[in-house]
């Protein structure tokens, strides 16, 4: 059964006088994959649904009443990217086969998915992101291969790293959402900084293939900033007036999903590092 959480974001000046823990429990998920079982969230941010399914035998993705719907998918689109050991989703009688790092959309309107793992020893991680939608685009996989890379930083700054975008205007099609994983480079530990803000739209950041490392996570507006500490496989909710940005004990990768009212990705408000607080 899926039994998700409901994450409501504070306002800025609310963030303010907010203690560690009140922090961890507005901006931080954790615990996404358990065997057999698919967990979750809600959230205010644009009506993202955020969360993980590991699969040991098939996982179906259930309904819930916040949806208001007759099925999960009536009104969103989804996007999954696999994590883990080899698996497949079976969607309204397709089957697509997701290897470590591929990428899946399906479009409003698919009413029957379910997940599962090629071997249940190894099995798939799904990490997933749902949206609302107001057209069906045709369902989709991609892999990495064929995702242009876009290099950005350099090792002198410790922020040399790859963008792999998925679901975007240039590549498998939505509604809003848009999604791609991000790598760094052996000896750089930063991400996306100097950091952005964008008003236009909402992110989320799944850290993953931190192994034992430790990775800082940034939020905040520019002048007021906060930080969490986290660890493998876990999210941080970024609001459209929040910077995102991380800083690990070493390199990793970390999905990025967003959603709003444009899919520009290079849309954002630049902040300069001097003038952060």
């Keep these: 059964m899926f039994e998700p959480t409901i994450r409501r974001m504070p306002r800025p000046q609310d963030v303010i006088p907010m203690s560690t823990q009140q922090l961890r429990d507005a901006f931080l998920l954790t615990d996404l994959f358990a065997p057999g079982e698919l967990r979750g969230a809600f959230t205010d941010l644009d009506r993202l649904v955020v969360g993980g399914i590991m699969p040991v035998k098939p996982v179906a993705l259930p309904n819930h009443r916040e949806t208001g719907r007759a099925f999960f998918l009536e009104r969103r689109e989804f996007g999954a990217i696999n994590v ?69 930083g350099s090792p002198a700054t410790a922020n040399q790293r790859t963008i792999y975008k998925y679901i975007h205007p240039g590549g498998i099609q939505s509604c809003q959402l848009v999604m791609g994983f991000t790598e760094l480079a052996g000896g ?44 493998d496989e876990e999210v941080a909710l970024s609001p459209d007036w929040s910077i995102h940005c991380g800083c690990g004990t070493g390199n990793y990768r970390f999905i990025w999903g967003m959603a709003g009212e444009n899919q520009v990705f290079d849309d954002m408000d630049g902040v300069k590092p001097a003038d952060l607080r």
Aim: net charge negative.
């Design 84 to 152: 883990g050991g080899a698996g497949a989703v079976h969607a309204d009688g397709r089957a697509f086969l997701l290897d470590r790092l591929d990428c899946l959309y399906l479009p409003m309107g698919t009413q029957s998915v379910t997940f599962e793992s090629a071997d249940a020893k190894n099995p798939a991680k799904f990490y997933f992101l749902s949206c609302p939608a107001h057209a069906a685009h045709p369902a989709a996989t991609m892999k990495p291969k064929d995702a242009p890379p876009v290099p950005l």
């Design 188 to 231: 750089s530990v930063w991400n996306s900084f100097p950091p952005h803000t964008h008003w236009r739209r909402t992110e989320i950041y799944f850290y993953f293939d931190l192994g034992e490392n430790v990775l800082t996570h940034f939020l905040g507006e520019p002048q007021e900033t906060r930080h969490l500490f986290l660890h």
